[in-house]
């Protein structure tokens, strides 16, 4: 579908301008990648298709380009493990183990099931599994378990081997446990050793973790352990073996995350650099960089100017650049000279996108939009440097209004429209977003801010935040939008702020404890940090690094909550909630709104059913974003182009 329409120009208000870019483009051509794996010449990942209310459904490609789904309705291949999940497939000789969403059990689907029915491989208990291994010499898949069976108590997680030819009724074996969290196991070429990494509250993967390495004894029992790398101030990320059984990983023990080996009992660096092999652990299964064969590797980093593709020839660590037309890369896998990889460029949405490296020939196997916009309704991404407190710098992306049939009044400036990314440690890219666009082609400007504890500019950058979350990641926020606002790119009377999760908490603090937005809307967010005490295990201490530890910090706890300072609030704000989520419970929201009703503020609350953290389904997303634009076009006062559903905005 190519979207172009060719209008003579007219003259309309920001806010107000016609778009081709519309919520129903955006939820009913788009899908969601997520875990890619290589197998021979097939090529395996997951849609998460919005029109099949967020499903996940793992596709498989064939070299002659043939594409099937593999799990059949109503399976949702999605594990929940840290909620989070990720890891959620693996596969062998053809055979794919999957975790179900709605059981959390682990399925089976081969040839040799012949009526195309899955088979649960795992019991019929509460137990959650991720990060699946294939071991072939002991037919058992090595994984994640989390142990919900006892709700008098937090979740257990452990490393287990489970069958691979059972029928759900044999139990599984504990390979380690004892520790909080454990991640990414992998095992030698030789099947004789196995690797994992594994942390303890109050540490998050990025603060700190351990990799360890286990001899296995004749029963695939862990018969001696050592500590390779990691503590408790030092993250690693990503360990995986070389084809000829050197186990390699990236760390940050340099202030960046950077690869090395583990050789001769000792670490040796691979190629030393100010530039970022890893990111912040949320799910499982992440990949930066693959083994085309045992001397060279496939690699994907950041830096300060931006994302590189590389090669690196593991016996003289140089590292040789790799021209592609994109700026933003996940998912890195290699089988031989093929590299498949999920890629996105500031004009181009993602993609999973096959690069032969014999002939340095791209391919696009799938894209998440079937979409083209024309170029001239695309805004491209400007990278900033901006000043902010303490006489340091943070960045952002900045995108001006852009439209082929629309210019505004002259004289007139643009709303401008703030973006808080979630995590807080996650980071905004340049790559193509649809939403975005949204807003840009309607004649918003639109500030997407990389704030202190983002990740992609180190671990010191990354440690700004410790201690001080709703502190300077909401002054980098605010000092983003002046910056913009002094450059004459935008109207200073009309900035709102917008974020989801952690996002949603920055958005909020913004509101309550600055005076420089005059609306907001929280995807999601957090508003109580003391409520936010009861959630699941994998962040319910997060807190500990990002405010202080309990309870000796009680009180600033206080002091960062937005529910304790709405006599601090002057502006209008729209919250939008799942009512299934588990990571920020619903009460958060909704002791916001009625917060914000006492004190007769403008306020708007859009609540849905079904929906946990972050919206899935087609129509959610599409009332999410018409509800948002129907919000500031009320605030701001401008008429919208096209009538959408309203929202009730009480107190207006």
């Given amino acids: 579908m190519n979207v172009t329409d060719i209008h003579p120009l007219q003259t309309a208000p920001y806010g107000s301008w016609k778009s081709p870019i519309t919520p129903d483009l955006i939820v009913s051509e788009s899908i969601r990648f997520g875990l890619v794996a290589l197998e021979g010449s097939d090529t395996y990942w997951i849609e998460s ?84 291994i294939v071991d072939r010499q002991r037919r058992r898949l090595i994984c ?8 008098e108590r937090e979740a257990v997680n452990m490393l287990v081997s489970v069958p691979m030819d059972g029928d759900g009724s044999a139990g599984i074996s504990i390979l380690a446990a004892g520790n909080d969290f454990y991640s990414s196991p992998c095992l030698s070429p030789d099947g004789t050793h196995l690797a994992w990494l594994t942390w303890n509250h109050p540490n998050m993967p990025w603060d700190g973790c351990e990799l360890w390495l286990g ?13 390779v790398a990691g503590g408790p101030e030092e993250s690693i990320f990503q360990p995986q073996w070389s084809p000829d059984g050197v186990l390699y990983f990236v760390s940050d023990r340099t202030g960046w995350w950077n690869l090395y080996r583990w050789k001769g009992g000792e670490t040796v660096p691979l190629n030393q650099r100010e530039a970022e092999f890893g990111q912040p652990q949320w799910v499982f299964g992440m990949s930066q960089y693959a083994f085309v064969d045992s001397q060279r590797l496939i690699t994907w980093y950041t830096d300060l100017q931006g994302g590189h593709l590389a090669s690196i020839d593991t016996v003289t660590g140089i590292l040789t650049p790799i021209e592609i037309p994109y700026t933003s890369v996940s998912d890195v896998r290699a089988s031989g000279e093929r590299v498949v990889l999920l890629a996105a460029s500031p004009t181009e949405s993602r993609a999973l996108v096959q690069l032969d490296l014999a002939s340095s020939r791209f391919e696009i196997l799938r894209r998440s939009s079937n979409v083209s916009l024309d170029p001239a309704y695309v805004s491209v991404a400007q990278s900033l440097e901006f000043p902010t407190e303490h006489e340091l710098t943070a960045y952002a992306y900045f995108y001006e209004p852009r439209n082929a049939d629309f210019r505004a009044p002259a004289g007139e400036l643009p709303p401008l429209l703030v973006i808080s990314h979630g995590g807080p440690t996650a980071s905004a890219t340049t790559s193509l977003s649809m939403e975005i666009q949204f807003w840009t082609s309607r004649g918003f400007a639109v500030l997407d801010v990389n704030y202190g504890g983002s990740s992609g500019y180190g671990r010191a950058y990354r440690e700004r935040l410790k201690g001080q979350w709703g502190v300077v990641d909401v002054d980098d926020c605010v000092n983003g939008a002046r910056y913009v606002v002094a450059r004459g790119l935008a109207d200073g009377n009309r900035m709102a702020i917008r974020g989801g999760s952690a996002g949603g908490y920055t958005t909020l603090c913004a509101l309550t404890f600055r005076d ?40 600033l706890y206080y002091q960062r909550s937005a529910i304790n300072y709405t006599d601090q609030l002057s502006c209008p704000i729209i919250f939008f909630q799942g009512l299934d989520d588990k990571i920020v419970p619903p009460n958060q929201a909704e002791t916001m709104v009625q917060a914000l009703r006492a004190k007769k503020l403008p306020v708007a609350y859009v609540a849905f059913e079904g929906e946990q953290h972050g919206f899935r389904r087609a129509e959610n997303i599409k009332r999410t974003l018409e509800a948002e634009l129907y919000f500031y076009s009320k605030v701001f006062k401008f008429d919208l182009a096209e009538p959408v559903e309203p929202v009730e905005i009480e107190n207006l």
């Fill in 49 to 132: 298709r919005p029109s099949e209310g967020g499903r996940n459904v793992i596709v498989r490609r064939t070299a002659d380009g043939k594409v099937a789904d593999i799990n059949p309705l109503p399976f949702n291949a999605r594990s929940r493990v840290h909620e989070y999940g990720g890891g959620d497939y693996v596969v062998s000789e053809g055979t794919v183990f999957f975790a179900n969403f709605t059981d959390h059990r682990l399925y089976r689907l081969g040839a040799e099931e012949s009526d195309g029915k899955p088979v649960a491989i795992t019991p019929a208990a509460n137990m959650r599994y991720a990060d699946a």
């Fill in 144 to 151: 994640i378990c989390e142990d919900h069976t006892n709700t």
């Fill in 215 to 227: 001899a296995l004894d004749d029963h695939g029992f862990i018969s001696h352990a050592e500590l």
């Fill in 516 to 555: 420089a937005f005059k609306a907001g809307a929280s995807h999601f967010g957090v508003s109580d940090l003391i409520m936010f005490e009861d959630t699941h295990k994998f962040e319910s201490r997060y807190l500990y690094s990002l405010i202080g530890p309990l309870p000796e910090k009680r009180d």
